[in-house]
């Protein structure tokens, strides 16, 4: 049904690519307490997938093409769709040039059929402009300050909360619903470093169940929210120059904590095709990864070709590795005790 102002909740869909995987919890919240009827386009599927491979740019990269099918999937089912233009999340950073035009690509993905609601959130122009924005998205559904506040605060909350439960080692689905069935973390014997961008790594559709296929081969992972955020912090202050992009600060600060503390007995780092920020960020960790005689690093780049047989392959090769020169280090130790 479509929306009639006044006369029912306005039906509103969140695409769940791309940012979702970080700020899905508080977006959902917030238009949910504001009165609408949130429908989200739910988990990346091989249709989703397909459908965004076929209608979007060909040289967009695979993220971005996901999320074009989330789009689609959504187009006929809501009165509007919610895609935020997220210009800086970190004052002095941006985000990559794809996020920024994430509302226009939506807007031709929907033929302008139905509103793309897309408040601009820009840490460059400091706070105040940000609760102008989010007021403003408030005002779509409601005249009421005190609820469009309200909104806000719990939104707040809830995100704090998620964020917080994936520090602890729940995944993202366990982290949305607040329930640690499994923790990525546990105690084991060999632990890798899975680092990337939260939809290159949380998504179990493009990711081929990584961090669950880790799991079952008793392998403990940590991720980038695992790696304490001071760690992180040190480790861009050693860099000779800053990175330019908020959350490859977050991936190369989570990969150099890893390496300097040996936190991990190895690192995947999860990189999508075509991504210009995340290859000069492989570069500069492969170069202070050697540099500091670190852990083993694999980047795995993975695309829409990308096929499940050479993926397992390559992960168990990689964790065989690992095993190994575990073993070595083991028997090295016994030696000189002995
Ligand atoms: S950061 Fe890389 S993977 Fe993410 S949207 Fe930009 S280009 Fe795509």
Same mark, same amino acid.
């Given at each position: 049904?479509?929306?009639?102002?006044?006369?029912?909740?306005?039906?509103?869909?969140?695409?769940?690519?791309?940012?979702?995987?970080?700020?899905?919890?508080?977006?959902?919240?917030?238009?949910?307490?504001?009165?609408?009827?949130?429908?989200?386009?739910?988990?990346?599927?091989?249709?989703?997938?397909?459908?965004?491979?076929?209608?979007?740019?060909?040289?967009?990269?695979?993220?971005?093409?996901?999320?074009?099918?989330?789009?689609?999937?959504?187009?006929?089912?809501?009165?509007?769709?919610?895609?935020?233009?997220?210009?800086?999340?970190?004052?002095?950073? $941006?985000?990559?040039?794809?996020?920024?035009?994430?509302?226009?690509?939506?807007?031709?993905?929907?033929?302008?059929?139905?509103?793309?609601?897309?408040?601009?959130?820009?840490?460059?122009?400091?706070?105040?402009?940000?609760?102008?924005?989010?007021?403003?998205?408030?005002?779509?559904?409601?005249?009421?300050?005190?609820?469009?506040?309200?909104?806000?605060?719990?939104?707040?909350?809830? $995100?704090?909360?998620?964020?917080?439960?994936?520090?602890?080692?729940?995944?993202?689905?366990?982290?949305?619903?607040?329930?640690?069935?499994?923790?990525?973390?546990?105690?084991?014997?060999?632990?890798?470093?899975?680092?990337?961008?939260?939809?290159?790594?949380?998504?179990?559709?493009?990711?081929?169940?990584?961090?669950?296929?880790?799991?079952?081969?008793?392998?403990?992972?940590?991720?980038?929210?695992?790696?304490?955020?001071?760690?992180?912090?040190?480790?861009?202050?050693?860099?000779?120059?800053?990175?330019?992009?908020?959350?490859?600060?977050?991936?190369?600060?989570?990969?150099?904590?890893?390496?300097?503390?040996?936190?991990?007995?190895?690192?995947?780092?999860?990189?999508?095709?075509?991504?210009?920020?995340?290859?000069?960020?492989?570069?500069?960790?492969?170069?202070?990864?050697?540099?500091?005689?670190?852990?083993?690093?694999?980047?795995?780049?993975?695309?829409?070709?990308?096929?499940?047989?050479?993926?397992?392959?390559?992960?168990?090769?990689?964790?065989?590795?690992?095993?190994?020169?575990?073993?070595?280090?083991?028997?090295?130790?016994?030696?000189?005790?002995?």
């Amino acid at each position: 049904m479509r929306y009639v102002w006044g006369w029912s909740a306005m039906i509103v869909g969140i695409p769940g690519g791309l940012l979702y995987y970080r700020y899905g919890k508080l977006w959902n919240s917030f238009l949910q307490a504001l009165g609408a009827e949130v429908v989200e386009s739910g988990e990346t599927t091989r249709s989703i997938l397909n459908s965004g491979v076929s209608k979007a740019e060909n040289e967009s990269c695979l993220p971005v093409k996901v999320f074009y099918g989330h789009v689609l999937a959504l187009r006929d089912k809501v009165d509007a769709i919610f895609v935020p233009r997220l210009v800086s999340v970190r004052k002095g950073t $941006h985000t990559c040039p794809k996020m920024l035009g994430l509302p226009d690509l939506a807007r031709a993905a929907v033929e302008d059929r139905i509103p793309i609601i897309a408040p601009t959130i820009n840490f460059q122009e400091g706070m105040w402009a940000n609760y102008k924005a989010v007021y403003s998205l408030g005002r779509l559904f409601t005249h009421n300050p005190v609820r469009i506040i309200r909104a806000g605060v719990k939104a707040w909350r809830e $995100h704090r909360l998620y964020l917080e439960r994936l520090t602890l080692g729940l995944d993202h689905r366990s982290a949305l619903r607040g329930e640690a069935e499994s923790l990525l973390c546990e105690g084991r014997e060999l632990r890798i470093a899975v680092i990337g961008h939260h939809y290159n790594v949380y998504d179990t559709f493009t990711t081929m169940s990584l961090l669950d296929r880790l799991s079952s081969m008793g392998v403990d992972v940590v991720t980038a929210d695992m790696v304490p955020e001071e760690m992180r912090r040190q480790e861009l202050k050693r860099l000779p120059k800053e990175i330019y992009w908020s959350y490859e600060q977050e991936i190369a600060g989570a990969i150099l904590a890893c390496t300097r503390h040996r936190l991990v007995d190895g690192i995947i780092f999860m990189i999508s095709f075509p991504c210009g920020p995340d290859s000069i960020v492989r570069v500069l960790c492969e170069q202070e990864n050697k540099r500091l005689g670190g852990v083993p690093l694999l980047a795995l780049v993975i695309d829409e070709h990308t096929g499940e047989g050479g993926f397992l392959t390559r992960i168990e090769a990689f964790v065989d590795m690992l095993w190994r020169k575990k073993g070595e280090r083991v028997r090295e130790r016994e030696a000189v005790a002995v």
